[in-house]
């Protein structure tokens, strides 16, 4: 009707599940982004779902500023635990082989700056970035639905047009409003009415896990229990069928029991019907499992479900790279090797920064492209993990009678394997227009596509020891470390030669918006191989000294603890001056020899927009 209400907005998010959350919460901070976040349900989730943070994302909150409150409310699982079957038809954590022993760490991945998995129930996350919002004085629009979205083309600025319903309004002329959006981002979950409205499909198997069990009983409960092994995370294989047990916030635990299919199957229609199988009936199988040990709820169940998930990926994840999905919406898999949260939180962070450096003119709507590529093929990775992982975890235990099973080594095995995977610091994006790999063998260590490593540097200035990654905030700009090497008398020169060709106008540091000598888009740090004692940071060039925080040393802190190392750790030459390009959202995306600048500018070319006399921020 005419009476409906009309606005205009760059970003319109659907769903503020974590993947929706992280994306508003990016946007947001941002400062500058027309945004509107809706989402069905009347609350936000106060238990259960998804409950670890893997050590990727707990860097990827605190580039954000927002791990602090994660590692203090959370619980933290450093030691995994494995059992298995003993003769006596119960369990034991005991192995008969050398140097394999029954606990590991939960975190195998060295660089990894939290070595650790965080543990706290999914609204406990949400909350941090709802708070963080609010700060940005976004609030969730809710209860409110989309119900229809088209593509009218007599708007060409805002080509999408949304119409919402509000789900409690009291009067019908209260219920619809319609958004023009210039981009939209459907993060609705698992069962997306954005991804269904677009006709994009899912690939894969439905029911998942086929032929092993993959219906499992969840289960959070402060515990009575005498298994010694309960504030570790714990892998229980059992004749009767396995259990994973996660440590949680306070005393609380998370149970995950494999159920029997006959127990939770419909047979007529092969569906898991969760009205079969009952919280009492979970505890039962948990309780077999676990024998001898005993475990029982201490006080009332907090939560529990029943979980099954198919291993599915969406066939693409945009249209027309204007309506985007992400999260549960493009991928599901098994709950058990932790990662739907994580994945769906990193899939929004790849986007946001994006979608606001094309709405802010800086980038070419090219660059959108990169999100499927580099995030698709993610989830397919994932999902090739987690069928092996899935497999090995669900099937049977070895034993004396069953010489087929799955053995403890190769379950630990797979463990160690994968770490750098499930811990998410392993995730690399392949070559594309913002990843070139020419130049790696410029800093060896330091592999293109991965995420910048933590390093501890002391500050030229006043010696304070600082993470490299602090200095590496989700911000939207591209942040510019450049190894100066050591500066001593034969090197400086050169170094102020190459400060006077970065400063012409063709150069790529003042090619792009720039407020005053300051770029706009870049965060420019350097790095110099010296001795704090006696380092004067101010023979670094102006332009590589954007402020006197900027200039850092490879050099221990004064009490020789932390930094140090490395220009060695990461391979890079300090007889050079090395470029590395770190992506706004921590990635390396090139690196690059001081001999090679025609190569950064043709980097920063292909998809960067330039304008010189660019120097205010507008989103139209
Ligand atoms: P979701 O968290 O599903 O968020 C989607 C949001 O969109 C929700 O807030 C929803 O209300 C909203 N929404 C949906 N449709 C619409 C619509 N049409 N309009 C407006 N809003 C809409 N993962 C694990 O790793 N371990 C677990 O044990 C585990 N247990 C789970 C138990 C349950 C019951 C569920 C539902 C999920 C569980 N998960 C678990 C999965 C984990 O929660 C997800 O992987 C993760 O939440 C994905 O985040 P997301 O933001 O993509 O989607």
């Known amino acids: 009707s005419s009476r409906t209400p009309e606005s205009f907005i760059d970003v319109l998010v659907i769903g503020a599940g974590p993947a929706g959350l992280m994306c ?96 706290v129930h999914q609204g406990i996350v949400e909350n941090i970035f709802i708070d963080s919002m609010m700060l940005h004085g976004l609030r969730i629009d809710r209860p409110v639905k989309p119900c229809a979205i088209e593509f009218p083309h007599d708007r060409p600025s805002h080509p999408i047009k949304v119409t919402l319903e509000r789900l409690d309004a009291a009067t019908d002329e209260e219920k619809a409003e319609i958004i023009y959006a210039k981009y939209v981002v459907g993060t609705d979950g698992a069962h997306s ?19 092993f069990n993959s219906t499992w009983g969840v289960v959070d409960m402060i515990p009575d229990t005498n298994f010694p092994d309960i504030r570790n995370g714990s892998g229980i294989h059992s004749t009767n069928g396995s259990c994973l047990i996660v440590p949680r916030e306070g005393d609380k635990i998370r149970l995950y029991v494999q159920l029997a299919d006959e127990d939770v199957l419909d047979p007529r229609t092969g569906r898991v019907d969760k009205a079969r199988m009952s919280l009492e009936g979970i505890l039962e199988v948990a309780k077999k499992s676990l024998y001898p040990f005993y475990i029982r709820p201490l006080t009332d169940v907090e939560w529990w479900t029943i979980y099954t998930v198919g291993q599915r990926v969406a066939s693409k994840y945009s249209v027309g790279d204007r309506v985007f999905i992400a999260g549960d919406a493009c991928h599901t898999h098994s709950a058990k090797a932790g990662q739907g949260m994580n994945a769906s939180m990193n899939d929004t962070h790849n986007l946001a920064w994006k979608i606001v450096q094309v709405l802010r003119g800086w980038a070419h709507p090219s660059i959108l492209k990169t999100y499927e590529s580099e995030r698709r093929k993610y989830a397919q990775d994932l999902i090739d993990f987690d069928k092996e992982y899935s497999a090995l975890l669900s099937g049977k235990p070895r034993t004396s009678e069953d010489q087929d099973g799955v053995s403890h080594e190769q379950y630990l ?16 994006y392949g070559p594309s227009a913002i990843v070139i790999t020419k130049h790696q063998e410029c800093a060896r260590n330091l592999v293109i596509g991965d995420r910048m490593l933590p390093q501890i540097f002391v500050r030229a200035a006043d010696s304070r020891p600082v993470e490299i990654q602090d200095l590496l905030p989700a911000d939207i700009r591209w942040k510019v470390l450049v190894f100066l090497g050591i500066l001593d008398e034969s090197h400086l020169p050169g170094v102020k030669a190459l400060a006077e060709e970065l400063d012409e106008p063709t150069s790529f540091l003042r090619k792009y918006p720039i407020d005053g000598q300051i770029p706009l888009i870049f965060d420019i740090i350097s790095i110099v191989s010296g001795d704090k004692t006696v380092f004067n940071y101010l023979n670094v060039p102006d332009i590589f000294r954007p402020h006197w925080s900027k200039v850092l040393l490879d050099d221990t802190d004064v009490t020789g603890a932390k930094g140090g190392g490395a220009y060695e750790r990461l391979g890079v030459n300090t007889r050079d001056v090395t470029f590395v390009i770190v992506r706004p959202d921590g990635y390396v995306g090139m690196i690059a020899p001081c001999s090679a600048l025609k190569d950064l500018h043709e980097y920063f070319g292909s998809f960067l927009i330039s304008h010189p006399s660019h120097t205010c921020l507008g989103t139209d």
Not at 92 to 100: K, W
Not at 417 to 428: E, L, N, P, Y
């Open 24 to 119: 508003s919460n990016a946007l947001a901070s941002a400062g500058d982004i027309k945004l509107r976040v809706i989402d069905q349900r009347p609350a936000k989730v106060a238990v259960g779902h998804s409950d670890g943070t893997q050590p990727r994302t707990i860097e990827v909150l605190q580039s954000y500023g927002l791990a602090e409150r994660l590692l203090r409310e959370g619980n933290q699982i450093h030691m995994s635990a494995f059992y298995n079957p003993n003769p006596n038809g119960g369990i034991e954590a005991s192995i008969q082989r050398p140097r394999l022993s029954c606990r590991a760490p939960d975190v195998t991945a060295p660089t990894a700056r939290y070595p650790f998995e965080v543990t």
């Open 193 to 211: 009415w954005v991804r269904q409205s677009l006709g994009i499909t899912m690939d894969g198997e439905q029911t998942g896990g086929f032929p």
């Open 413 to 428: 095995i797979v463990f160690q394997a994968f770490g750098d995977f499930t811990s998410g610091i392993g995730v690399h």
